[in-house]
């Protein structure tokens, strides 16, 4: 069974930032690619941002440039550095871990932004 758990979340002001981290208990994690999404209230989940297995990263045009995916084989860990937060990034944010048809989901972690 796949575990992913994600930490890092919180309540920061304005022009803040927070790293998330997302932990999946895998035996090779080097094979997944991996992504954040999030979710706000009242709307639909949304892709933020995604690394693949060769490090190749893209991001939503919302978060480019304030915040960045990476991911650490060794600790089989995902991260998302955001910088200069806005309110508008305040949501649950998930982390997903997928491999072809595979495809695994954190318990998700709040993100709150405000002053």
């Known amino acids: 069974q796949v575990q992913l758990v994600e930490s890092g979340g919180g309540l920061v002001q304005p022009g803040g930032s927070l790293r998330l981290s997302c932990a999946a208990s895998?035996?090779?994690?080097?094979?997944?690619?991996m992504a954040w999404y999030r979710q706000a209230p009242g709307k639909q989940r949304e892709l933020v941002a995604r690394?693949?297995?060769?490090?190749?990263?893209n991001y939503a045009d919302s978060v480019k440039g304030r915040f960045t995916i990476s991911r650490d084989n060794a600790k089989n860990t995902v991260y998302l550095q955001m910088n200069s937060l806005k309110p508008e990034d305040t949501a649950v944010y998930y982390c997903n871990l997928m491999r072809l048809s595979l495809s695994y989901w954190g318990q998700g972690t709040q993100v709150t932004v405000s002053s």
């Open positions: 895998v035996r090779i994690f080097s094979i997944y690619a």
């Open positions: 690394i693949t297995t060769e490090f190749t990263t």
